[in-house]
């Protein structure tokens, strides 16, 4: 069966065909307008995967019933043979990792999110209120926090000079102009979050991200339903994957039981949708 799976976060967007695996810009409608989504698609992907059958796309941003039929009538177009389904990117997260059981699940990644999922719905996504509102516990998340301690000169000094070194441009006018002028201000600030993990050990960095996950689950958790809690909490997203350890931590201490965590989850995606 010629099946194209595609897995869509804040930053990229992870494309799955037979064998063939291709990674592209990420396709949050929320994010992006309709006709960049729709040239994307045209100029990139139509040409990258012939004879497709079938489509399941997961989207961040593709919780709601308009954005799904908006994503759906863009594949129409240009795969108007294949039958095309559109899911939110929390709805892949529960495949991968309870299939049609119940289970708790989460993202963290570019943007945050997570809800209880009863082997056919999801419960919690709508929690989700974006990097501006919301993405508690993410990678825009946290480059947010870096940076307003780096503008308010709270960083330790060591920390101040590492930023710079590593970012020799990085100033109040390139920051402002980044975040309010230019496209995809949640990805400029999520890719600080390799800062943060190449210098972990430091304890501002150690807090700053342990602060962020305490906020996350402590924020959420109380508003999910109640059976969520009898089931391990899994995770997918580089954040949750290259800080699980103080994202394990943090899910003991709300009572929760640690899950799995899977820094991309293009391959169980597929065991799901070929079984």
């Not at 809800?115 to 719905?121: I, L, T, W």
């Not at 109040?172 to 890719?191: E, G």
């Not at 997203?237 to 394990?248: E, P, S, T």
Request: net charge neutral; with cysteine.
């Amino acid at each position: 069966m010629s099946i194209l799976i595609a897995d869509s976060g804040g930053t990229k967007t992870t494309w799955l065909y037979q064998n063939q695996q291709y990674e592209s810009i990420g396709l949050n409608p929320n994010g992006m307008n309709e006709i960049d989504i729709e040239n994307h698609i045209k100029n990139e992907i139509q040409n990258q995967f012939k004879d497709v059958k079938k489509i399941y796309f997961y989207g961040a941003g593709c919780a709601t019933q308009n954005n799904q039929l908006l994503m759906k009538n863009i594949f129409s177009r240009y795969f108007p043979t294949a039958f095309v389904a559109i899911e939110n990117d929390l709805m892949a997260v529960a495949k991968v990792f309870c299939g049609d059981e119940k289970g708790t699940i989460g993202i963290l990644g570019t943007g945050s999110n997570i809800a209880y999922f009863d082997g056919k719905k999801l419960y919690g996504e709508e929690l989700n209120l974006g990097y501006i509102l919301g993405d508690e516990g993410s990678g825009a998340y946290l480059g947010k926090k870096l940076l307003i301690d780096f503008l308010h000169q709270k960083l330790p000094k060591n920390i101040h000079q590492k930023l710079l070194d590593t970012y020799p441009d990085l100033n109040r006018n390139f920051i402002i102009d980044a975040i309010y002028k230019q496209k995809n201000a949640n990805r400029f600030l999520a890719k600080f979050a390799v800062f943060l993990n190449q210098n972990r050990e430091d304890n501002y960095i150690f807090e700053l991200i342990d602060n962020a996950f305490s906020t996350f689950l402590s924020t959420y958790l109380p508003l999910l339903p109640k059976e969520s809690q009898k089931f391990p909490l899994h995770f997918v997203g580089g954040v949750a994957y290259h800080f699980q350890d103080i994202l394990f931590k943090n899910i003991e201490k709300n009572n929760y039981i640690t899950g799995e965590v899977a820094q991309n989850p293009i391959e169980k995606l597929k065991k799901y949708h070929y079984s």
